[in-house]
């Protein structure tokens, strides 16, 4: 039984590192676009009725996937860090559903925000610096 519980946390951590360093990648052009790209970005908050400030809005959602999926991908603070990704993705979701794209378009905010959620859950996992830490709370 031991060796199957290794298999999952390892199986986890690759899954964690790899999908927080793919949204790092994906956040990083965001975070260092500037003011322009921030204010674009926030934009997409409107949906919600928020229309005051978009580039901290932007600013925001661009440190959540850059900081966020490095925190992720380590596995330090990584509930909070799952957390902000899990937002992140809900307004790049409606953002995608509101503009009437189609499942090939919005698929991939969808599926992150399934993983972000579900990992809120399941924690860091027993290979993370949270775990190393804090080992009660990953």
Do not use: C, N, Q
Request: cysteine-free; hydrophobic content about 60%; charged content about 10%.
């Amino acid at each position: 039984m031991k060796r199957k519980e290794d298999l999952l946390h390892i199986g986890w951590f690759i899954l964690r590192a790899g999908i927080g360093i793919s949204i790092f990648l994906h956040g990083l052009p965001k975070l260092t676009g500037g003011v322009e790209m921030w204010t674009y970005i926030g934009g997409s908050m409107s949906i919600f009725g928020i229309t005051f400030a978009p580039a901290f809005w932007g600013f925001m959602a661009a440190v959540a996937e850059s900081v966020g999926g490095l925190l992720f991908a380590a596995g330090l603070f990584f509930r909070p860090a799952a957390l902000m990704l899990t937002g992140t993705m809900v307004v790049a979701l409606a953002t995608h559903l509101a503009a009437g794209d189609d499942f090939m378009v919005f698929g991939h905010a969808l599926d992150l925000l399934i993983i972000f959620a579900a990992s809120i859950l399941i924690g860091a996992g027993k290979y993370s610096v949270d775990a190393r830490l804090m080992p009660k709370l990953a």
